[in-house]
């Protein structure tokens, strides 16, 4: 048993802090979702989930650790064909292209654009880091499109038959940005 834990059936219980502040059950980094609760009511719940985001991923505009092998092995396939619905390793869509980075960074998503837009967790378009994936051209209320985000300002994609994966400016328009790692 820890020291500090209540011994028997009925007594308090429960892992150290560790010093990480409170509540989390003693596993460091965890208190921050001792907050969650009260953050994620009222009209603050995006800038709370935003702050959540930032807890988890960091504040200095880079991805994770997965999510920057993600991009790492994205870029290992700058210029390669785009080919409908493929997913590697030689030539791939614009989903097949994430999910095949992702799957070497050891992180399973969604094949299609259409399920990628529920996966990871939301993020404000003035909260992207490497790694994040961006659903746009939205037709019939539907992502037809995603990239990756490799900085804030600029993605990877494997546009369309007529292109080769490349890099390209953040799209406009309406985007939605999920961070899966």
Sequence with gaps: MFRGMGGGMGGGGGMPSMGMG???????????????????????????????TSDLFGRDGNGSDRANRAVAFAKSKLGAPYVWGATGPNAFDCSGLTQWAYRQAGVNIPRTTYDLVNAGTPVSRANIRAGDLILCNWQNGRPEHVVMA?????????????????FSSIPSGHLVIRRVA
Excluded: Y
Excluded at 22 to 49: I, Y
Excluded at 150 to 166: L, Q
């Design 22 to 52: 409170g509540g989390g059950g003693g596993f460091p980094g965890m208190g921050m979702f001792s907050k969650l609760p009260g953050m994620l009511t009222g009209q603050n719940s995006r800038q709370a989930a935003d702050q959540l």
């Design 150 to 166: 490799v900085s804030p300002d600029m993605v990877i994609e494997a546009p369309n038959r007529n292109e080769r994966v490349k």
